[in-house]
């Protein structure tokens, strides 16, 4: 009995958070929520170098190269287990991939894309809390649906992507 008190008292004490005390309690409700990851983009300036990269050395599920005009890049998706790359490459010369890769010339990671459940009512809500939209209206994106981009000024030095889910 000596060796076991001697263990009960010098167990360390755990404490745990209280349950009435969570996390949440800190963040305004939102007439929106945030989701999941979807993507990390990256700028590439040999898209099918970058391809092989993913496909013929590391073994991932590559998707074809598609091109979307309104938005200036070639795009190609990387699957991973949990959320996918995205592979950006210039499409004509006012792309904004262009420029970013003038900048970068070894290419680099260009924005995050998160989900959200209300595309619409996150506009109006960020645009009231002073962050800039880079566009007056969603464009559809590479998965076909509505997207919009925050100022990465406004967004601690990232492009961020909002993809309704």
Not at 21 to 49: M, T
Not at 74 to 95: A, D, M, Q, R
Not at 138 to 160: M, N, R, S, W
């Amino acid at each position: 009995s000596g060796l076991l008190s001697r263990i009960q008292t010098s167990a360390p004490t755990v404490r745990t958070l209280s349950s009435s005390k969570s996390f949440s309690q800190n963040i305004p409700s939102c007439l929106w929520k945030l989701g999941r990851l979807n993507h990390v983009a990256i700028a590439v300036p040999d898209l099918e170098k970058a391809q092989s990269l993913y496909k013929d050395v590391l073994g991932a599920q590559v998707s074809e190269t598609v091109a979307l005009p309104e938005h200036g890049v070639y795009t190609v998706f990387v699957e991973l287990g949990n959320t996918k790359l995205e592979l950006l490459h210039p499409l004509g010369e006012k792309s904004p991939i262009a420029s970013f890769l003038q900048k970068n010339k070894t290419g680099g990671m260009h924005h995050i894309c998160i989900e959200v459940d209300d595309i619409k009512a996150a506009m109006t809500e960020l645009k009231k809390k002073k962050i800039r939209i880079l566009s007056e209206e969603p464009k559809i994106g590479a998965h076909g649906k509505p997207v919009i981009f925050l100022h990465p000024k406004d967004c601690h030095g990232v492009l961020v992507e909002l993809e309704q889910a």
